[in-house]
């Protein structure tokens, strides 16, 4: 039977609506509006249209928005300054530092920089450690995102084998602490695992991670498994350019029982959770309930 598709799309569509009904209570009852600064540094043309991207969904969700672009030369003390103040502004309720930085820039320090509370990446330490030891962080987007999908398919998953392929800082290991903190047995294979294909075909939750197209075939898949491809990758196939996951996602539809499609997945998620993200800072900066639903 073919595998029903999670249609990441809709399920962000879903989420960013949710987001405005919290932003307009949080204006109606309380006279405040979250607000999300994000931060560029250069002019990467990937990361512009990431940077405007961002600053289109948080007006349409009714957030401010607050843009910074600084020349690729300028200096660490500058950055920090700028971190610094908006740090100290009460407006803004999230901040975001748009990776990659340039050279001499040293990344760690201005993540490092940025007040824990305001982390709406969720990569500052203080959140990674508290993520890690089961309290209350901001949680990284992307994981987060899948996270959400995968609730909202399985309800509990709790008990539920589940397999991260990837251990990065920003995706593979805080999805394998999420998912730990589901309940899951949770996983993590990486380039130097020994029985990858046979570490996968045990699992009834595959989240593939790694950044090489279409590397995850159908017969790994135990039939009936969810598998959450976050890879983006782009090949030439038929002389056009096109988007593929890290799985082959059409011998792993023919197995499993829920799957992500690339693009239309993982991707449209990310920018969903930021602002979810940032309204569950802008909650707990002014002492009032979280939104249900938008955290881990
Ligand atoms: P990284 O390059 O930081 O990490 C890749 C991981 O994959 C590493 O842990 C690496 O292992 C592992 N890996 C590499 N080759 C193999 C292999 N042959 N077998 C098993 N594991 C392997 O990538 P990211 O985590 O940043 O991103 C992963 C993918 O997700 C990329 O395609 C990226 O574009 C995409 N992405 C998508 C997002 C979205 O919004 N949908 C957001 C962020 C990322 P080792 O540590 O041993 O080297």
């Known amino acids: 039977m073919a595998a029903t598709v999670i249609d990441g799309k809709a399920f962000a569509a879903k989420v960013r609506g949710q987001v405005a009904e919290h932003v307009t209570r949080l204006k109606g009852d309380h006279g405040i509006t979250p607000g999300l600064a994000v931060v560029l540094v250069g002019e990467d043309p990937a990361s512009q249209v990431y940077v405007r991207n961002k600053g289109k969904q948080t007006v349409e969700v009714g957030m401010a928005s607050f843009e910074h672009k600084l020349d690729a030369s300028v200096s ?3 950055l920090l300054e700028l971190i610094g103040k908006l740090n100290a502004d009460p407006a803004v309720h999230g901040i975001l530092c748009q990776l990659p930085v340039p050279d001499h820039i040293d990344s760690d320090t201005i993540l490092g920089a940025i007040d824990p509370a305001k982390d709406v990446d969720g990569f500052h330490i203080s959140n990674v450690g508290l993520l890690g030891t089961g309290q209350k962080a901001m949680v990284p987007c992307t994981p987060l995102g899948c996270l959400m999908m995968l609730r909202d398919h399985h309800g509990s998953l709790s008990g539920m084998d ?7 800082n920003i995706v593979g290991k805080p999805m394998a602490q999420l998912l730990l903190g589901d309940s899951c047995t949770v996983t993590i294979a990486h380039s130097r695992t020994k029985d990858l294909a046979g570490t996968v075909r045990r699992a009834d939750i595959v989240v593939a991670a790694v950044g090489r197209p279409e590397m995850v075939p159908g017969d790994w898949i135990k039939p009936g498994a969810t598998v959450i491809d976050v890879g983006i990758n782009r090949i030439e196939r038929d002389g056009k350019n096109k988007l593929v996951g890290d799985c082959d996602y059409a011998s792993c539809a023919e197995v499993a029982g ?3 499609p690339v693009p ?4 449209p998620m990310t920018i969903a959770c930021l602002l979810a993200n940032t309204v569950t800072a802008c909650c707990r900066a002014n ?3 979280e939104p249900e639903g938008l955290t881990a």
């Open 258 to 260: 829920a799957i992500t």
């Open 162 to 168: 589940a397999v991260v392929i990837g251990r990065s």
């Open 264 to 267: 239309g997945g993982v991707g």
């Open 76 to 78: 660490q003390g500058e």
């Open 287 to 289: 002492g009032l309930p």
